[in-house]
């Protein structure tokens, strides 16, 4: 007989953290691509060389005057007008990067897009810290997300059931799986890290500070690539996870990471009666 129970799987630090970053993430990336479409180009190095970027989004016309956006990487061109470079902004057509409904706060709000970017940027920071904070202190860091020699044995065991949309059950659906811990650590250490440190890179006020890190990845342009390659790979990250939901159970695991009571499947054998 199979049966299932409620189990506390989350604690509520975890929750209102995760929560908090899913706002800032989705600001972010609204209000960083607003950002973007100023100058929606790519370069490495420390000045922009307009003639070879290495990423351009344009907006133009072909010979017979209807409007197109092209989209180039390095010495290659794409036609991706309506999505990339040209797009319609209340219902007339006109030449930007990104699409305006995936810029916040408007079309063309650069001031106010910068002013949100910059204030989730910083709430994003302090939720940052504060989950890393807690996590050391509570060893949610040693205990949940950092794997063990038995995560490392069944890695290949764990990325065959992923192909497969297999998913552990039982006790076994309490615990990370090595992807997840390797994936959640990726994101945390290396995106969110590096991201932020990007984008103070970018500022001209940080030079007397962080000079040595402008230096490192070769200028302030390149510094600005990193940050939108990382703020990509985030979407991408979060496009997964989103869809790992989606396949093991969307409500068990929204009720999971909203109230902390996660439902797992339980098997009891039937003990005869005399």
């Known amino acids: 007989?199979?049966?299932?129970?409620?189990?506390?799987?989350?604690?509520?630090?975890?929750?209102?953290?995760?929560?908090?970053?899913?706002?800032?993430?989705?600001?972010?990336?609204?209000?960083?691509?607003?950002?973007?479409?100023?100058?929606?180009?790519?370069y490495w190095g420390e000045r922009s060389h307009f003639d070879t970027p290495l990423l351009a989004l344009e907006g133009g016309q072909d010979p017979a005057g209807r409007p197109v956006g092209?989209?180039?990487?390095?010495?290659?061109?794409?036609d991706t007008t309506g999505v990339l470079g040209a797009s319609r902004v209340d219902g007339e057509w006109t030449a930007r990067g990104f699409p305006a409904w995936a810029t916040i706060p408007?079309?063309?709000?650069?001031?106010?897009?910068?002013?949100w970017h910059f204030f989730f940027g910083w709430l994003f920071v302090a939720?940052?810290?504060?989950?890393?904070?807690?996590?050391?202190?509570?060893?949610?860091?040693?205990?949940?997300?950092v794997p063990t020699r038995r995560d490392w044995r069944g890695i290949g065991r764990s990325i065959v059931d992923h192909l497969r949309f297999r998913h552990p059950?039982?006790?076994?659906?309490?615990?990370?799986?090595?992807?997840?811990?390797?994936?959640?650590?990726?994101?945390?250490?290396?995106?969110?890290?590096?991201?932020?440190?990007?984008g103070l890179a970018m500022s001209p006020?940080?030079?007397?500070?962080?000079?040595?890190?402008?230096?490192?990845?070769g200028g302030r342009q390149s510094a600005r690539t990193i940050h939108f390659v990382i703020a990509?790979?985030?979407?991408?990250?979060?496009?997964?996870?989103?869809?790992?939901?989606?396949?093991?159970?969307?409500?068990?695991?929204?009720?999971?990471?909203?109230?902390g009571w996660y439902r797992v499947r339980a098997d009891r054998k039937e003990v005869p009666h005399d």
């Open 169 to 198: 059950e039982g006790d076994d659906a309490l615990r990370y799986n090595v992807l997840q811990r390797l994936a959640y650590l990726f994101a945390i250490v290396v995106l969110g890290g590096g991201i932020v440190l990007m």
């Open 205 to 217: 006020r940080m030079d007397a500070v962080l000079h040595w890190l402008v230096d490192l990845v």
């Open 106 to 115: 408007g079309p063309g709000w650069l001031a106010m897009g910068r002013r």
């Open 1 to 42: 007989m199979t049966d299932t129970r409620l189990v506390y799987r989350h604690r509520w630090p975890v929750r209102v953290m995760h929560w908090i970053n899913v706002v800032c993430l989705c600001v972010l990336l609204g209000s960083g691509l607003q950002i973007f479409n100023a100058h929606p180009a790519l």
């Open 232 to 259: 990509m790979a985030f979407v991408a990250f979060v496009l997964v996870h989103v869809f790992e939901v989606l396949v093991s159970g969307p409500l068990n695991q929204l009720r999971g990471m909203i109230t």
């Open 127 to 145: 939720n940052g810290i504060a989950y890393v904070g807690w996590s050391l202190a509570s060893r949610h860091f040693a205990r949940d997300l």
């Open 70 to 78: 092209t989209t180039r990487i390095g010495r290659h061109s794409f």
